[in-house]
């Protein structure tokens, strides 16, 4: 059974830095793709960035530059660092195996989702 687990959300003010973390059980990691969505209340479901398990990265345009996206095969993980957060960046950010990298189509498995809140 897939299980993964997000951690790291929280309150931060703009400008500020936040390092969301998923791990990962019940899969062979280091062959999936992994990716970072995110959900804002009253907006689909978007595409933050992916890794593919041989470390192509894609970024949506909105976190280019300010968002990195890594993984630890050893340790089961994917990781989304965020720097210079905005307001817009407000949204529960969900973690996902199986993203595909060209279609940006997500995988059946997701996390429950950890919120990232950007205020002052």
């Known amino acids: 059974q897939v299980q993964l687990v997000e951690s790291g959300g929280g309150l931060v003010q703009p400008g500020g830095s936040l390092r969301l973390s998923c791990a990962a059980s019940?899969?062979?990691?280091?062959?999936?793709?992994m990716g970072w969505y995110r959900q804002a209340p009253g907006k689909q479901r978007e595409l933050v960035a992916v890794?593919?398990?041989?470390?192509?990265?894609k970024y949506a345009d909105s976190v280019k530059d300010r968002f990195t996206i890594s993984r630890d095969n050893a340790k089961n993980t994917v990781y989304l660092q965020m720097n210079s957060l905005k307001p817009e960046d407000t949204a529960v950010y969900y973690c996902?195996?199986?993203?595909?990298?060209?279609?940006?189509?997500?995988?059946?498995?997701w996390g429950q989702g950890t919120q990232v809140t950007v205020s002052s």
């Open positions: 996902n195996a199986g993203t595909s990298y060209y279609s940006t189509t997500p995988g059946i498995s």
């Open positions: 019940g899969i062979r990691f280091s062959i999936y793709n």
């Open positions: 890794i593919t398990s041989g470390d192509r990265i």
